[in-house]
């Protein structure tokens, strides 16, 4: 069975940063893209971060550009999301996701506030 | 990008009623290879986005054959052929040929 747990969220300053993880089992991580995707509190769905299956190549929207850093660690199964330069928007659920967006993980919520 | 227009944003249903949710794109979303990279996700509540249609009309795994998808180029439909209760949620169309990747905003399906 294809598990994806994420973990890391919680409540950061704006300006700050946070690293998150994502935990996969089921599935032979090494051989999938991978992505992460956020819902924010409006519900809107919007890709944030794609990385490829060996982490050679990764994708950010300009939302994030320059601020979102995607890596892999397929000796450990991890997916990670460094954010730094964190802003009020960024505000949501994060989720990783295999990069068919086939399964997704339960999502951890960052919330940035002073 | 492209724009994924999702209607209507409020669909409120019978059990047992058939129920059809519209979703339309900005471009075609037939890329140069000649595929289409189209997806249909519900969303239960306190729950994530779960799989459901793929490829305009393919059904993931498990998902049962009350639900199916239709459409071409930039208007694709998902149907609900008799809705149970456990179909409630929010369902979000997804494309796939064009970076960046984008959802659409969202049907949520209620019950009358």
């Excluded at chain 1, 999301?81 to 339960?106: H, P, V």
């Excluded at chain 2, 944003?9 to 047992?16: D, E, K, Q, R, T």
């Excluded at chain 2, 794109?25 to 793929?54: A, D, F």
């Excluded at chain 2, 490829?55 to 439909?77: A, C, E, L, Y």
Aim: proline share 4%; with cysteine; charged share 15%.
């Amino acid at each position: 069975e294809v598990q994806l747990v994420e973990s890391g969220g919680g409540l950061v300053q704006p300006g700050g940063s946070l690293k998150l993880s994502c935990a996969a089992s089921g599935f032979t991580f090494s051989s999938y893209g991978m992505s992460w995707v956020r819902q924010t509190p409006d519900k809107r769905l919007e890709l944030v971060a794609t990385i490829n299956s060996n982490g050679g190549s990764t994708y950010y929207p300009d939302s994030v550009k320059g601020r979102f850093t995607i890596s892999r660690d397929n000796a450990k199964n991890t997916l990670y999301l460094q954010m730094s330069s964190l802003k009020s928007e960024d505000t949501a659920m994060y989720y990783c996701a295999t990069d068919g967006f086939d399964y997704w993980g339960q999502g951890t919520t960052l919330t940035v506030s002073s | 990008d492209v724009v994924m227009t999702q209607t209507p944003l409020s669909l409120p249903v019978s059990l047992g009623d058939q129920a059809s949710i519209s979703c339309r794109s900005s471009q075609s979303l037939e890329n140069s290879n000649g595929n289409t990279y189209l997806n249909w996700y519900l969303q239960k509540p306190g729950q994530s986005p779960q799989l459901l249609i793929y490829g305009i009309s393919n059904r993931f795994s498990g998902v049962p054959d009350r639900f199916s998808g239709s459409g071409s180029g930039t208007d694709f439909t998902l149907k609900i052929s008799r809705v149970e209760a456990e179909d409630l949620g929010v369902y979000y169309c997804f494309q796939g040929s064009h970076v960046p990747r984008t959802f659409g905003g969202g049907t949520k399906l209620e019950i009358k």
